[in-house]
């Protein structure tokens, strides 16, 4: 197989989820991490997280967002709190487990996908 076929990325990403699962069946300890879509719902919806009030002008988006892109103009130097894998090590593993905190980030995207899904889609 060729480097970069569709089909070689396929059965890598299968590895790593078995992988990954193998290891949650044998209860070691595997680092994981938030997979973000960059939809960029989560830096259009700011407005209610004290962190982040410098970060808009009142209208609740990030100033830094790429409405074009759905990317970060400052992804290297971006709060912590907009790095969910940093904010859980540094802000909330005494409080939660990864597993626990990953699964609220991604309810959290969504509740904010649904919510854009009602604006752009009024039922009439």
Known sequence: MEKGNGEEYKILKVFTVTRSKYYEM??????????????????????????????????????????????????????????????YDMMFSAYMGEYEYLKKNHEGCKRLWKI????????P
């Open 116 to 123: 854009a899904n009602q604006k752009n889609n009024p039922k």
């Open 26 to 87: 044998k209860g070691c300890q595997m680092k994981k991490s938030f997979h973000c879509i960059q939809c960029g719902e989560c830096c259009r919806n700011i407005g209610h997280i004290p962190e982040l009030q410098a970060y808009h002008n009142g209208d609740g988006i990030c100033r830094h967002l790429n409405p074009a892109t759905n990317l970060c103009k400052i992804y290297h130097t971006r709060p912590m709190i907009c790095n969910v894998d940093k904010a």
